[in-house]
């Protein structure tokens, strides 16, 4: 086989995408329902496709990962090339989750980074980077979306010329290096004790199909798909609803308020925003995920 491919979601069908402009012959590993992968083979009648079980059963030599859970054993890497998209700028975010973090931490650029695997996390060499101005008000999805594309478009040409050894990967400077983890739902737990740029990052992050940010009252959990937010100098409590009005509903925070707008329970309903009391306290400690 030509090439392989082994991974899963909406990363994987990019990199796909682009494999199957360039290759005849590829090899596939997927984590999606199997559905999908027979559908895709459906519609590229021109590739020659073998699905393989596991990532030991490779017989291609060199394999893109894209979305690939897996931790791939060095049994496996001292024989194979294993070539990773990782959706940071490396060595800058390495682990999971990346992207998000870092419009956490109002990165002045964002972009994913082809590299090669080696034994430790997000660590081999790097053979293409794609870097892209943050704007500060465009979601995650916004920017995987347009990761997705450019992977979609440029993937199968950039492995063409690593092959053909007209790349040389160059190593990473992991005294440069930072690492990110794993992002669960309490962790988009709204903290009103932030300052109105840190929440600002937040709810651009934390888009769909991302877990959403959401605020607890009486052990109940509530999404506002809507923030704005509004400077004060004014020290009063944090964390309270202090006024209500066409706008929605204002919350002191670090530095001024948040202002939330269409709150859905955790059914989904849009919910009035006078069900939440002028006075009413909102605050990290009342439910724990």
């Not at 054993?73 to 390495?94: A, G, M, W």
């Not at 081999?124 to 008000?137: C, E, L």
């Not at 997705?148 to 690593?162: A, M, P, Q, T």
């Not at 670090?254 to 989904?268: P, W």
């Amino acid at each position: 086989m030509e090439i392989g491919i082994a991974g899963s979601g909406w990363g994987f069908w990019a990199a796909a995408n682009s494999l199957t402009r360039n290759f005849n012959a590829i090899e596939v590993f997927n984590a999606d329902e199997p559905e999908l992968l027979h559908a895709y083979q459906l519609q590229h009648p021109e590739i020659t496709f073998r699905v393989v079980g596991d990532i030991s059963n490779f017989l291609s030599r060199n394999i893109i990962c894209a979305g690939l859970r897996n931790i791939i054993p060095n049994s496996l890497l001292s024989v194979k090339t294993f070539i990773n998209i990782h959706y940071s700028l490396l060595p800058d975010y390495r682990g999971l989750h990346s992207t998000v973090w870092a419009i956490l931490n109002n990165e002045k650029f964002l972009g994913y980074t082809v590299h090669l695997i080696n034994e430790f996390i997000d660590d081999g060499p790097i053979i293409y980077q794609h870097r892209v101005a943050n704007d500060f008000s465009s979601t995650s999805k916004y920017y995987m979306e347009l990761f997705n594309k450019h992977v979609e478009e440029n993937l199968g040409n950039l492995i063409n010329r690593f092959l053909n050894q007209q790349i040389t990967p160059e190593p990473q400077d992991k005294r440069k290096a930072s690492w990110v983890g794993k992002r669960n739902l309490h962790d988009c737990q709204i903290s009103f004790n932030s300052t109105s740029e840190e929440l600002k990052a937040f709810f651009r992050a934390l888009s769909e199909p991302y877990p959403t940010p959401y605020f607890v009252k009486n052990k109940k959990l509530f999404f506002p798909r809507k923030a704005s937010f509004q400077k004060s100098r004014v020290k009063t409590h944090i964390g309270r609803v202090l006024n209500i009005d066409s706008e929605g509903v204002w919350i002191k925070i670090q530095d001024g308020y948040i202002i939330l707008d269409e709150i859905q329970a955790e059914d989904g309903q849009v919910i009035a925003n006078d069900t939440f009391k002028l006075g009413t306290r909102l605050d990290d400690s009342n439910k724990t995920i």
